[in-house]
């Protein structure tokens, strides 16, 4: 079945390391996007790639980084520079850049815990 | 930048009630979309209307759109105790989704 995958599905974090959070797919989809979750704030953008090899920040870049060497792979990670990162990570892709038809594909998500 | 505001933040209603949830926003958009997502899951999408529509019905789901007012609303109809979940509306511009905070729906068996 196609899909996307997100693992670890719950991440610990020490203060000051820096951990990398998986999102694979297997849709041929052209454009993946991450999205973080706290309570009450809804979904906020971090990173989108619509293309290999390119990528944008979203509202809420800082602290993290990203990068799209393959079209089924989009990788994020939570740098010691993010002060506050615990919260529930969300990949999702979509078959197009513009999504104007298409809806996002969401993975089950990551919970990352700082300890 | 939150885009969509959903209404009412929270939802609870009988088995078989229907359920209305209302989604406002600020910006042009290209389509609006709703998703569902059970807790501690990803979200699912359930339904896009495009701009230019006003009306889209997807089984129990029924979509409206109106431009003019900058806002939707997803009903569902004759509802199940697993329709329990948050709803999401995300408004799609720029490439990007932009999405609300959500709704929180209790459905009492």
């Known amino acids: 079945d196609g899909g996307i995958t997100q693992s670890p599905k719950y991440l610990f974090r020490k203060e000051g390391q820096n951990v990398t959070l998986s999102c694979e797919q297997n849709?041929?989809?052209?454009?993946m996007y991450w999205y973080r979750q706290d309570p009450g704030q809804g979904l906020r953008l971090i990173y989108y790639s619509q293309i290999v090899n390119d990528f944008q920040k979203g509202d809420i870049a800082e602290g993290y980084s990203v990068s799209r060497e393959k079209k089924e792979s989009f990788p994020l990670t939570v740098t010691s520079a993010q002060k506050n990162p615990t919260a529930f990570y969300l990949c999702?892709?979509?078959?197009?850049?513009?999504?104007?038809?298409?809806?996002?594909?969401f993975g089950s998500g990551t919970r990352l815990t700082v300890v | 930048s939150q885009q969509g505001e959903e209404d009412p933040q929270a939802l609870s209603i009988q088995e078989g009630e229907n359920a209305t949830m209302n989604c406002s926003y600020k910006t042009s958009i290209n389509n609006l979309q709703w998703y569902r997502q059970n807790s501690g899951r990803g979200l699912v999408h359930l339904i896009l209307?495009?701009?230019?529509?006003r009306e889209k019905h997807s089984g129990r789901l029924r979509v409206t759109l109106d431009t003019s007012k900058k806002s939707s609303s997803l009903l569902i109809t004759a509802s199940r105790a697993a329709d329990t979940a948050s709803y999401f509306c995300?408004?799609?511009?720029?490439?990007?989704?932009?999405f609300g905070k959500g709704i929180t729906l209790s459905v009492r068996p």
């Open positions: 209307i495009r701009s230019n529509e």
């Open positions: 999702a892709s979509s078959a197009g850049p513009t999504h104007t038809v298409y809806g996002y594909t």
């Open positions: 849709l041929n989809h052209d454009a």
């Open positions: 995300a408004t799609g511009a720029n490439s990007k989704l932009t």
